[in-house]
């Protein structure tokens, strides 16, 4: 019996991963508002490590307080963080599991702002607001993507520092590095704006820094949105192609990162990613705790709460997913990819049939994938694919209720049809919080002292 | 104490804040718009609720509908109320100065309070699109007045002639009214106001740009179509109308150059109109041109003012049928019994084959000759009013009018004398034959020649001894004191013809008409 390719590690040039499945970016709201991690984040990210996958990708970890997507996720923009991400390495390690943190900026991306950014606009290359839910911001200086930038260098230091074994760009899914990325985005009349060149210049500013920081030996890869599909709504420009996305993949890849993560779609969520179902009925109960985010939100409440209302934005959202499928929807896009590359290629997007990526793996459309909500659903989908399952038992049905709970609830997987009864949705749910912290009493400072 | 306004705490409600202050003056200005809107809307539903209105009043007394219930000419011919209120003071010497129309020998009933009414008999009313129309009806040509002395009341008599109407000097006068400065609306509008109208300003912006211009124009247009016709005419004088000339250039379109000069001379005498029951089937019309009450009476409307498309057939029938059993007013006049016996056996040998006879209690509408037509061939009376009917007319008439409805025209036919009518009601027809053309019954048992020339007609005293009404010797040209000098001289008032009984001895002739006058 030949060896399964899946099992096989992959290789990056300072880091080797046992094999060829990455637990994608997801968390859940379990952080401290600091920006201190927190036992359930140790707790979630071993469920991961636990059931098998090489290596995790973080959450969405900001480099700044002000950079956050929602307030309440882990951060790495402050040093004394660093002992609490060894701790989590040390922890993910356990399970020969790597871990690389992913460093990023929401841009005007900021879906929850919290107390440290409702008061002001969010940084981001353009001053026009996010098009989805009325995001506001104003376009950085040139000091402020300076600033930026040694923030990114800043928390890959930190990673490391905390024993992590590397990290990943967040550029992707409209986050601010794709902010400065897309055409349909970038608006900005200096060097960071206009020519592709240009538009790429922030993203290869941090990777420099990056590297000047932590040097060479250090991983870094980089996801990236293949094709922007930037119009969502509908009069908005379509931004990024492929082809250009190839050239960033290539200039990154000459400024020393060591992969290519490669995604869709210039916002999150988007229709393409993740790509399945849109449940209105979870949105209705969910969207409003975004109402206060955005100056379009209370329109997107509407839109969701009312029957009738509906088609529009089920028009708006399903239009670009016809003749795509759910599991491999930018698979061809990572091949394109990853033929312009010589660094490993990493792809995301509905995977969970192991024969599936398998044959991706063979025919050189990517050297791994990255998966979130099939592992949300089935931890332990690649040790029942060692077992020799193509498929779990009961598999991701893609019905995205993990996401749109996101807003209000704690992560994991709401599709009730895969749990025997509500009680044990609800008890899957809680396994997060099984692993209690040790509770420290604060010390007690004497008046006199004070 | 006053509230302060609380900061807003999020950036996204401070913009949200800005936004609403930047939209507010344009949330004004859409909700401005929007009131402007259904202000707009409200006034177009308003506008075309009046637009669309076409009612008159339905009068549940058939002596009232008769009087003024509408047959449809005020759509169609009408002029607006408020104007024929406002003519007489814009015109104060055609109306002899008075603020109605009696001058053009209009009939105005008073009210319980004593009051004139408003509108006078023959005239009625209707609101086609929000503005009241006012026109003819079938009364305005069927209701006459008499006096028994001079001095004595005057008793108004429906179904008898307009003995008092002046159509031609009425419509002459609107015609000229038409084109005259004082219907301008910097000079209309007051005297409407004047009148009592108060209409709103916007009402007046509609008068002054729509309904002013709108009636003009109708004036201008009928003018142009009856002005040269009406001046070739020497006025017809009160009580009498020509029927088809008016018909052919109005209805026809008719040009004058193309009707023969012999045509336009027929003014005759409005009919009395009760009893029309027992004269279903008689040749009816002074030339006996139709047999069919139905059609007479709707072509009579046409007469009046109504167009095939404005006409109210139920309206005409119910006066058709009200007419049908109307028994005229007895004859007031008291005779001498004996001598009206032996009249009554000299008529019943000589007269009633031809017109029927009066019974002790009604009518009697038997004889063999009674509404046929006698030639004129032998008749020898003007030939004025039988000439207007022409076999041209009488085609286009069957072709043209009520064509493809059950309406359209049947029994016309030209004939070639005139019809021998029943003598009903004859104390209060005169003066005599067609066209009003021989004062009384005693005239008309003398001789053409020995018939007065010229006399006054437009008289309403009855005369108790020669029959009709008091007619006195005039001098043509001259405006007597009361009424109209009508002189048989001019083409169509020939008072020839019809020489029966001329050659009675003269207690004969006493006889005769002693019992004429019980008719």
Redesign the interface.
């Known amino acids: 019996m030949s060896e399964d390719v899946i099992f096989t590690p992959l290789k990056f040039r300072n880091l080797t991963v046992k094999n060829r499945i990455f637990r994608s970016n997801i968390s859940g709201r379990f952080d401290n508002e600091d920006g201190s991690l927190t036992q359930t984040r140790v707790n979630w990210e071993c469920k991961f490590a636990a059931g098998g996958v090489g290596a995790i990708i973080s959450s969405y970890v900001p480099v700044l307080m002000e950079g956050r997507i929602i307030a309440d996720y882990a951060t790495i923009h402050r040093d004394d963080f660093i002992p609490l991400w060894e701790r989590l390495g040390a922890a993910v390690h356990r399970f020969d599991c790597k871990y690389i943190l992913q460093l990023s900026h929401s841009g005007r991306q900021m879906d929850f702002?919290g107390v440290h950014n409702?008061?002001?606009?969010a940084l981001s290359s353009t001053s026009r607001k996010e098009t989805l839910h009325?995001f506001?911001c104003r376009a950085a200086s040139k000091a402020e993507i300076d600033h930026l930038v040694q923030a990114f260098a800043a928390g890959a230091w930190r990673a490391r520092e905390a024993g992590l074994d590397g990290v990943e760009l967040h550029a992707a899914n409209g986050y601010l590095f794709t902010q400065f990325l897309s055409s349909g985005i970038n608006d900005r009349t200096d060097e960071y704006g206009g020519p592709l060149q240009n538009r790429a210049r922030f993203l290869i500013e941090v990777i420099r820094a990056i590297r000047a920081r932590v040097g060479r030996e250090f991983h870094l890869q980089v996801k990236l949105s293949a094709v922007d599909r930037n119009n969502v709504i509908p009069w908005e420009k379509k931004g990024n192609v492929l082809a250009d996305t190839i050239e960033v993949a290539k200039w990154c890849e000459s400024e020393g990162a060591d992969a290519i993560h490669v995604s869709t779609g210039s916002l999150f969520p988007h229709p393409l990613n993740p790509p399945g179902d849109f449940s209105f009925e979870t949105i209705a109960t969910t969207y409003d705790a975004m109402i206060?985010?955005?100056?379009d939100a209370f329109r997107n409440f509407l839109l969701f709460r009312y029957r009738m209302l509906r088609p529009i934005f089920r028009w708006v959202w399903f239009r670009m997913k016809k003749g795509l499928p759910v599991e491999g929807v930018s698979m061809d896009e990572a091949r394109a990819i990853k033929a312009n590359v010589t660094v490993p290629v990493l792809n995301t997007g509905g995977y969970q049939t192991a024969s599936f990526i398998r044959n991706g793996i063979n025919s050189g459309a990517f050297d791994g994938v990255a998966i979130a909500r099939s592992l949300v659903a089935n931890n332990d989908l690649v040790q029942q694919w060692g077992m020799g399952r193509d498929l779990p038992e009961r598999p991701c049905t893609y019905c995205n209720k993990c996401l749109l709970n996101a807003a209000k609830n704690p992560v994991g997987c709401y599709e009730l049809a895969r749990f025997p009864s509500r009680d044990a949705m609800i008890e899957e749910l809680m396994t997060i919080y099984a692993t209690r912290p040790t509770l420290n009493l604060p010390p007690v400072v004497s008046a006199k002292a004070a | 104490m006053p509230v302060a306004v609380e900061a807003p705490v999020t950036y996204v409600e401070t913009q949200l804040r800005r936004r609403r202050r930047l939209l507010l003056p344009l949330l004004i200005f859409l909700a401005l718009l929007l009131a402007l809107g259904l202000i707009a809307v409200g006034f177009a539903l308003a506008a075309a609720e009046r637009l669309t209105r076409n009612r008159t009043e339905a009068f549940p007394d058939i002596l009232t509908h008769f009087e003024h219930g509408s047959i449809g000419a005020d759509q169609s011919s009408g002029i607006p109320f408020w104007v024929w209120k406002a003519l007489p003071r814009l015109f104060p010497a055609e109306f002899d100065g008075h603020l109605d129309y009696r001058a053009f020998g209009f009939l105005y009933r008073t009210d319980s309070h004593g009051r004139q009414e408003d509108l006078p008999i023959g005239i009625s009313k209707r609101d086609f699109r929000g503005v009241d129309l006012v026109w003819f009806n079938c009364a305005i040509c069927h209701t006459g007045t008499f006096r028994a002395a001079e001095g004595a009341e005057r008793v108004i008599v429906r179904a008898m002639p307009s003995n008092n109407l002046n159509l031609y000097g009425f419509i002459r006068f609107i015609l000229d009214a038409g084109v005259d400065e004082r219907l301008k609306p910097d000079k209309l509008i007051p005297a409407v106001q004047a009148a009592g109208a108060n209409l709103s300003l916007i009402e007046q912006q509609v008068w002054r740009h729509v309904v002013i211009p709108q009636m003009r124009e109708g004036f201008i247009q009928r003018r142009s179509r009856l002005q040269a016709f009406l001046a070739g005419q020497a006025p017809w004088g009160p009580g009498r109308v020509d029927t088809f000339n008016p018909y052919k250039l109005v209805q026809m379109e008719m040009l004058l150059d193309g009707i023969s000069p012999d045509e336009l001379h027929a003014a005759s005498d409005f009919p009395s109109i009760f009893n029309q029951r027992p004269r279903e089937g008689m040749h009816l019309h002074w030339d006996g041109n139709n047999s069919s009450l139905a059609e007479r009476n709707l072509s009579a409307a046409l007469g009046a003012g109504v167009t095939p498309e404005t006409v109210d057939h139920a309206a005409i029938q119910r006066v058709a049928a009200w007419l049908g059993d109307l028994q005229p007013p007895r004859s007031p006049h008291r005779v001498d019994a004996a001598a009206a016996e032996r009249g009554r056996a000299l008529y019943m040998n000589a007269c009633a084959a031809c017109h029927g006879y009066q019974g002790p209690d009604r009518y009697v509408f038997e004889g063999a000759k009674l509404g046929t037509v006698e030639p004129n061939g032998t008749l020898g009376t003007d030939a004025g009013r039988l000439d207007s009917y022409t076999e041209a007319f009488r085609q286009r008439q069957l072709a043209e009018l009520f064509a493809g409805t059950p309406f359209q025209f049947k029994h016309f036919v030209k004939t070639n004398g005139y019809a021998n009518m029943p003598l009903d009601a004859l104390w209060l027809r005169g003066p005599y034959l067609h066209n009003g053309s021989v004062p009384t019954l005693r005239d008309l048992l003398a001789p053409p020649g020995q018939r007065p020339s010229a006399f006054v007609r437009g008289v309403d005293i009855i005369d108790g001894k020669n029959g009709g009404f008091v007619s006195p010797s005039c001098t043509p040209g001259s405006r007597p004191a009361q009424g109209f000098c009508y002189d048989t001289r001019l083409p169509g008032n020939g008072n020839g013809g019809h020489t029966f009984g001329t050659t009675l001895p003269e207690n004969e002739k006493n006889d005769l008409i002693a019992y004429l006058l019980t008719f």
């Open positions: 702002p409702s008061h002001r606009p009325g506001l206060a985010s955005g100056v």
